[in-house]
């Protein structure tokens, strides 16, 4: 069984081939990476740069601290006016909280600036959830250790937010990748001598299965590792513990995240979508038997996922699943659905796995009973 | 030549991809156009809304404006009412009209419909500062003569503009917009095999060994792909034009194209401008035939060619995400799509000297461009082509 995985792995794709792919990938890397570090560049109002992003982001890696009352105290006293990004943060996420300038904040106000963070990440949350999840939300939040850790976590910030652009074409496209698997190529067609063999039925149908799920596989662990540790060269590794909390985007999220649990999360709510989109491609190469059919065919599908509109309920039942939306990531930790599951309530990132666990073992069920079904057939 | 053109013609169409392509397209757009209807023709309490309402159309002059102050008390109306109203497809043109001129103006709205002439003149500087608005995102600037120019044609739109439902109308083209690129897919598949060597409609010994040479039957095989283009174009317009007849209703060919593309200043009709823009599309169209055609005899290998093809479509898409604007406006695909979507849109201007050029001719030029491009570097191909 190994021997024939491997032959079709081989057959699929090469080491030259794989090259090619690393190289994409890691040009795109790096100029995504450039183009990350220049936002880090600081201007004044006449847009003269008054620090370079070498500077800001060097000198905001000495600082870690926490976001409690006494650093709430020293922003308001204006104590830290420097341009950099540690700075920057703090003033921004302390005015997020309020609706008045940093500068007019009252002691009272300062004293119950986690209350008030607490209710509005809640609040926030909360838009479209029926009451009892406004109360499994509460204790969510609950759990979330105040006061919030702030420190540099650039590197980590950056791969979360950009992954969500390679992590989708790696979706979208790996799946064309596996469709010769089941397809034949009619010029070279060995359907009848393969089937004549002794391995050459079962065996060779789960052999292909597993073979498409490793392609996949090998291709999406590679092409991110290649993404991720390009970013984190060069940003640094730094703040991987840090809670998601510290970064404006999340601000207010519900959920008890370090940036490095966030990053593995993404990382397998991806998978399992490029994993949806495989076993799908699977089963629709093994029905049309050609590969420009099956192409046209798996087009056609993502062209309906990516296009058919969708009101709120459509959305929360089956749109958020669909692979090519399961990989915006945002959605699982800025104002969350809450699903329900025998009674207990289950968070999207959960579900997503689960639904797509659930979508595999179908697709790849009725590819190999299809598979094995036309076996049976008569030879033409 | 007519004879290979019909055998090539025929080739093709017997093709299983062919005819699944076209079928898959037909099927895509049909359940794409009714779950749009479904979407956005609920009503907030989920059921969906009467869209043939009476509606009230003709000339938005005084009658037409003492008639809504007096009927719908516009006076009176608050955002959520106005937002209401703006759903409400008797008047939906109108509103949308008279909003428009109430964002850029700095009048009371009693002001603004105190009467006719009044209100036009405010509808013509709220146009003009709006393309001057506009023009911030462009790649060059407009000067003080060229918005003199412009103000000038602006003063030759012809008023009372004609208003009436037209909603039929506005989700075709929105759905053209939407899933016009299936086109260019299905046209990726179905002709990148056209000049392949390892493909039932592509090239043989055969063909390069005909009698009159190899120019003859490759010149059939460009003008039968552009046909055929231009075949499964004509079947996707049917398709997305009757079944809108069905849902919506395709009443208001007649309105001023002003009742849809608020800013524009072509004294045509909503039904011209409608075909204005399925001729971009065509252009489009045929402008990827041919790139595909020409990956086709170069590659010569029907997988590849149909990888390379369908990527190149892709990255055009692709590349219209751009917020370069004059990336976006040599980019093929952006000639047919997006910009129309826009109610604020429909033409903008280039200016060589105090010469005034509409952004359609530009498009025409450049596809002429294009196109002599890619003849040139296919017709180049024909006596280097080989089998291997």
Redesign the interface.
């Known amino acids: 069984m190994k021997e024939i995985i491997k032959i079709e792995i081989k057959r699929i794709i090469r080491l030259k081939n794989l090259l090619v792919i690393i190289g994409f990938v890691f040009m795109y890397s790096i100029i995504s990476s450039i183009n990350a570090i220049n936002q880090y560049h600081v201007y004044d109002s006449s847009n003269q740069r008054i620090l370079s992003a070498r500077e800001n982001l060097s000198e905001s890696k000495k600082h870690q601290f926490a976001l409690d009352e006494e650093m709430i105290k020293d922003t308001v006293a204006r104590k830290n006016t420097n341009p950099h990004l540690y700075n920057r943060l703090v003033s921004t996420l302390i005015a997020a909280n309020y609706d008045v300038y940093v500068e007019d904040l009252s002691a009272d106000e300062i004293e119950t600036f986690y209350s008030r963070w607490i209710a509005a990440t809640t609040v926030n949350s909360a838009k479209t959830l029926s009451q009892k999840d406004i109360k499994s939300m509460e204790e969510m939040v609950a759990r979330i250790p105040v006061p919030i850790q702030l420190g540099y976590a650039e590197g980590w910030k950056n791969v979360n937010d950009r992954m969500v652009d390679i992590v989708t074409s790696l979706v979208l496209i790996t799946p064309f990748l596996v469709i010769p698997l089941f397809a034949k190529d009619p010029k070279t067609n060995m359907t009848d001598l393969c089937t004549a063999t002794k391995y050459g039925k079962k065996d060779l149908t789960k052999a292909r299965i597993i073979a498409g799920f490793t392609i996949a596989s090998i291709i999406y662990v590679i092409a991110l590792s290649i993404f991720a540790l390009t970013t984190l060269l060069f940003f640094g590794f730094d703040g991987a513990n840090l809670p998601i909390q510290s970064s404006l985007h999340y601000f207010f999220s519900p959920i008890n995240l370090t940036y490095f649990q966030q990053f593995l999360w993404n990382a397998c709510i991806g998978w399992a979508a490029l994993l949806t989109l495989i076993t799908l491609t699977l089963l629709v190469s093994v029905i049309s038997k050609k590969v420009l059919t099956a192409a046209l065919v798996l087009v056609f599908i993502i062209a309906i996922m990516i296009l058919t509109p969708m009101d709120s309920n459509l959305h929360y039942y089956i749109g958020i699943f669909f692979p090519h939306n399961m990989t915006n990531f945002t959605n699982y930790y800025a104002s969350p659905f809450m699903y329900h599951i025998f009674g207990s309530t289950i968070l999207p990132h959960y579900m997503a796995i689960l639904v797509s666990t659930v979508v595999v073992s179908i697709f790849t069920t009725l590819t190999v009973w299809i598979s094995l079904k036309s076996l049976k057939q008569p030879l033409k | 030549m007519k004879e290979i053109v019909i055998i090539e013609w025929k080739k093709l169409w017997h093709s299983?991809?062919t005819v699944?392509?076209v079928v898959?397209?037909i099927i895509?757009c049909i359940?794409?156009n009714f779950?749009?209807f479904f979407?956005?023709e609920?009503d907030s309490s989920g059921r969906n809304a009467t869209i043939r309402k009476e509606a009230k159309g003709g000339m938005l002059n005084q009658e037409y404006i003492d008639y809504l102050i007096e009927s719908l008390d516009v006076y009176e109306l608050d955002a959520a009412a106005w937002y209401d109203l703006l759903q409400h497809e008797s008047y939906s043109n109108a509103f949308q009209f008279i909003g428009f001129v109430k964002d850029y103006s700095d009048n009371q709205l009693q002001d603004i419909l105190s009467n006719e002439e009044s209100f036009y003149q405010q509808y013509k500087m709220a146009v003009s500062k709006e393309i001057e608005h506009a023009n911030l995102f462009n790649w060059f600037s407009y000067t003080a003569e060229h918005m003199a120019r412009i103000d000038n044609k602006i003063e030759q739109i012809q008023t009372p503009i004609e208003v009436g439902y037209n909603r039929g109308i506005g989700m075709f083209i929105y759905q053209y917009n939407?899933?016009y690129?299936?086109v260019l897919?299905v046209i990726s598949?179905v002709l990148s095999?056209i000049f392949t060597c390892?493909s039932p409609q592509g090239i043989d010994e055969l063909t390069l060994a005909l009698k009159k040479g190899r120019k003859q039957n490759f010149n059939a095989r460009i003008i039968t792909g552009n046909i055929v283009a231009l075949t499964i174009y004509a079947i996707f317009i049917g398709v997305m034009l009757i079944q809108h007849a069905l849902m919506y209703s395709l009443q208001g060919w007649g309105n001023s194209l002003q009742s849809y593309w608020v800013t524009a200043i072509y004294n045509i009709s909503l039904g011209s401008g409608v075909l204005i823009i399925l001729a971009h599309g065509l252009l489009t169209v045929l402008l990827v035939t041919n790139l595909v055609m020409l990956i086709s005899i170069v590659i010569k290998r029907?997988?590849i060619a149909?990888?390379l093809s369908?990527t190149v479509v892709g990255a055009l898409i692709q590349l219209t995400n751009t917020s370069n604007p004059l990336l976006l406006q040599l980019n093929p695909v952006y000639f047919a799509t997006q910009r129309f979507n826009s109610r604020w849109g429909f033409e903008f201007y280039y200016f060589i000297g105090n010469i005034m050029i509409p952004y359609t001719v530009i498009v025409l030029m450049l596809g002429c461009l294009y196109f002599f491009v890619i003849r040139l570097l296919t017709v180049k191909q024909y006596k280097r082509y080989t089998l291997q």
């Open positions: 299983k991809l699944l392509a898959l397209l895509t359940f794409l779950a749009t979407v956005f609920a939407t899933l690129v299936l897919f598949f095999s390892d029907a997988k149909t990888l369908i």
